[in-house]
């Protein structure tokens, strides 16, 4: 049996890894955080202390637990100090080579028999493992942003990751309080962000192709199917810069299905990234846009509800992820009410199959094609709730 771990390091100490440190020193773990400047890091145990004593002040953890957890995190801009950790999380910037330099020099000087993760949301981990001497030790630990509050991490499984790398993983952020996914296949989007990137890409397109303004489809995303946000909305807090990135890998890994929609170009090409310069689709110099609800009725939510549903069922034909882990990761990763395929069982997966393709018939839009899972279950008569079967046995 391997050891518990109970020493980590988290490499790179910015949004992402001075999040994911806190919540391994608030599980009781002995963490080293690793940057490249003691500015960097001065500036990350800061914000780690804040937010401990925010947490303290509001009665969430006692004073005394937020001072043990601050002191078990030792930062350090030297590597050479991991020689005891069990399992390191990698957060530096979504950079392959750089990604390649730091697995390379975390294999050096942990213990050969340490787990080595990366919490990237795009690269792939086949890729980053072959660096190493371990690839078998080698996976991908998704967290969702702010990672101290998001309940969700998608544990991703690389082309060389064994099960036991993989069990491990999964029972460390269960232990971090979390609820882990399994992404089976080391493929591009993983969960969230490919259904999510489907989403974007259809209202991407509806807005470039002058079909629907941006404001009905976000009213139509926020008061009719209930999702914490409009698309456009997020969009803008994701940054759009960031989301072009995804958006292109997506399209180079799916094609046509998730072909690259210009209409962000333009923003970015007049540096309108989003909600951290004050404008991208939206003007946010004073504060979150104003989405008048009465214009929820002007947009068919079913048109971009199917889509994710489609590409919801090509992750499961893919067999990228199983069915309750598709609906888990969206409810937790993208606070949806509802996942994906329920809401396929429920709507009827004879009636999804009809909307889409009524939609590619008019448009002859790839992202409309029902995928063959669709069909297949209408075929063997597994239409949804009703039926006692869809994605789901009832
Ligand atoms: N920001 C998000 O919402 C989010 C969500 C999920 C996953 N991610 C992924 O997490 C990773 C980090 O993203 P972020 O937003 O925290 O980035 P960030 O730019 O805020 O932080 C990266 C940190 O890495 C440090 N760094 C650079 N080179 C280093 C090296 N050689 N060794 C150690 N540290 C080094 C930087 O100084 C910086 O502090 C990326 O792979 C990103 O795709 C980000």
Request: net charge negative; hydrophobic share 40%; with cysteine.
């Amino acid at each position: 049996m391997s050891k518990k771990v109970e020493t980590v390091a988290v490499v790179g100490a910015g949004i992402m890894g001075h999040g994911i440190a806190q919540l391994c020193a608030m599980a009781g773990l002995k963490v080293y955080i690793v940057d490249i400047s003691d500015e960097i890091l001065d500036k990350a145990m800061e914000r780690i202390r804040w937010s401990l004593s925010k947490l303290a002040e509001k009665g969430k953890i006692e004073k005394e637990e937020a001072e043990a957890s601050l002191s078990r995190i030792k930062p350090t801009t030297s590597y050479e100090d991991l020689i005891d950790v069990d399992l390191a999380i990698e957060a530096v910037p979504e950079k392959m080579k750089l990604k390649k330099l730091v697995f390379q020099k975390l294999d050096e000087v942990t213990p050969k028999e340490a787990i080595l993760t990366s919490n990237t949301s795009s690269l792939s981990i086949t890729e980053i493992s072959k660096i190493t001497r371990r690839p078998d030790k080698v996976a991908g630990m998704h967290f969702f942003n702010p990672p101290q509050i998001m309940a969700l991490v998608e544990v991703i499984k690389g082309d060389y990751t064994s099960e036991e790398t993989i069990r491990r993983v999964m029972e460390l952020a269960k232990a971090l309080g979390k609820t882990p996914v399994l992404v089976k296949k080391d493929s591009r989007g993983f969960i969230v962000n490919r259904i999510l990137g489907a989403l974007f890409n259809k209202v991407f397109w509806d807005v470039h192709l002058g079909r629907a303004k941006k404001e009905e489809i976000d009213a139509a995303a926020k008061y009719s199917a209930r999702l914490p946000m409009g698309l456009f909305e997020l969009a803008d807090y994701i940054g759009l810069d960031v989301l072009a990135e995804i958006m292109r890998i997506l399209s180079d890994a799916y094609g046509d299905r998730l072909k690259y929609c210009p209409i962000i170009d333009e923003l970015i090409a007049q540096g309108n990234l989003g909600r951290k310069t004050g404008r991208g689709f939206y003007d946010w110099s004073a504060g979150r846009p104003n989405i008048p609800k009465e214009l929820a009725k002007e947009y068919d939510t079913s048109e971009f509800l199917v889509v994710a549903v489609n590409e919801a069922a090509w992750i499961v034909m893919d067999e990228v992820a199983e069915t309750k882990d598709v609906d888990t990761a969206m409810k937790l990763g993208a606070g949806w009410p509802k996942g994906p395929l329920e809401l396929a069982d429920e709507l009827g997966i004879e009636e999804v199959v009809s909307k889409l393709e009524l939609l590619f018939s008019e448009r002859g839009e790839e992202i409309y094609k029902p995928c063959p899972v669709l069909k297949d279950y209408v075929k063997r008569g597994w239409l949804g709730r009703e039926a006692g079967r869809g994605f789901y046995v009832y």
